[in-house]
C-alpha cells in the first residue's frame, strides 16, 4: 500500500520551454503532496507543499510564478516548470501523506528533468 | 526555521563493522525523526523512524536513538553489508507536517 508514482520518469526539454510533472497516489487519498527538488550529491529540498483545492504554499527562494503547482484532486498534483533554462536541470521528487499516517510522506520515484 | 545537520557526510567501513550517523536538530516541538535510504536516481526509501515518546527503537540490524533533551538522533547499522551503500538522511518532523532534511550521509561498505 501507500504507492506514489510519477510521470515522467525523465524529460530533456529545450530552454524556454515548460514541462509538466505528475504526481499521483495510487492506493490512498493524499491529504497534503509536497515538490523537492535535489541537485546531484545534496540532499532534498523543499519547494512547495500542497493542499487539495488549495493554493501551494512556496519556500522562501522558490518562485511561483516559475514552479506552477496544482492539486486540482486527492489523488493528483502536478508542477509545471515555465520557461525553463539548463539551471532547472534537477532531479524533482514528489511526496504524499495520506489521513491513516499523518507524518509518513511515501515519496514518488522521481523525475529527472534535463534542460538544454 | 528548523536546522537539521547530519554528520558526517562519507562514512567507509568494512563489510562486517558498524556505522553510525548522527543527527542533531533545532526545534524542541519536533516530534517525528525518520531516516531515509537513497540509492542512486531512486527514491528516498524509509527505513526506520521514531517518535519523541521513545528513547531508541530496533529493526534487526538497524536502529535509531533519540536524545530529546541534546536534540539529537542517530542511527546505528550492525553487520554491514556491500548492500547498505547508499546515502542515508536523517530529516525531523515540524510544524506544517513538513519534513527537514539533513544533508546526507554516503556510506560505502567495502567487501
Known amino acids: 500500500g501507500a504507492v506514489v508514482s510519477q510521470h515522467p520518469s525523465w524529460v530533456i526539454c529545450k530552454s524556454g520551454t515548460s514541462v509538466k510533472i505528475e504526481c499521483r497516489s495510487l492506493?490512498?487519498?493524499?491529504?497534503?503532496m509536497f515538490w523537492y527538488r535535489q541537485f546531484p550529491k545534496q540532499s532534498l529540498m523543499l519547494m512547495a507543499t500542497?493542499?487539495?483545492?488549495?493554493?501551494?504554499?512556496?519556500e522562501q527562494g522558490v518562485e511561483k510564478d516559475k514552479f506552477l503547482i496544482n492539486h486540482a484532486s486527492l489523488t493528483l498534483s502536478t508542477l509545471t516548470v515555465t520557461s525553463a533554462h539548463p539551471e532547472d536541470s534537477s532531479f524533482y521528487i514528489c511526496?504524499?501523506?495520506?489521513?491513516?499516517?499523518?507524518?509518513?510522506?511515501?515519496f514518488g520515484p522521481g523525475t529527472r528533468l534535463t534542460v538544454t | 526555521g528548523e536546522n537539521v545537520e547530519q554528520h558526517p557526510s562519507t562514512l567507509s567501513v568494512q563489510e562486517g563493522d558498524s556505522a553510525v550517523i548522527k543527527c542533531t536538530y533545532s526545534?524542541?516541538?519536533?516530534?517525528?525523526f525518520p531516516w531515509y535510504k537513497q540509492e542512486l536516481g531512486k527514491r528516498p526509501q524509509l527505513i526506520i523512524d521514531?517518535?519523541?515518546?521513545?528513547g531508541e527503537k530496533k529493526d534487526q540490524r538497524i536502529a535509531v536513538t533519540l536524545n530529546k533533551t541534546a536534540k539529537h538522533f542517530s542511527l546505528h547499522i550492525t553487520e554491514t553489508q556491500p548492500e547498505d551503500s547508499a546515502v542515508y538522511f536523517c530529516?525531523?518532523?515540524?510544524?506544517?507536517?513538513?519534513?527537514?532534511f539533513g544533508g546526507g550521509t554516503r556510506l560505502m561498505v567495502k567487501p
Open positions: 500542497s493542499n487539495e483545492g488549495s493554493k501551494a504554499t512556496y
Open positions: 511526496s504524499a501523506t495520506g489521513t491513516e499516517k499523518p507524518y509518513e510522506q511515501y
Open positions: 521514531i517518535r519523541s515518546n521513545v
Open positions: 530529516a525531523v518532523h515540524n510544524a506544517g507536517n513538513m519534513l527537514t
Open positions: 526545534d524542541s516541538a519536533s516530534n517525528y
Open positions: 492506493d490512498f487519498q493524499a491529504t497534503t
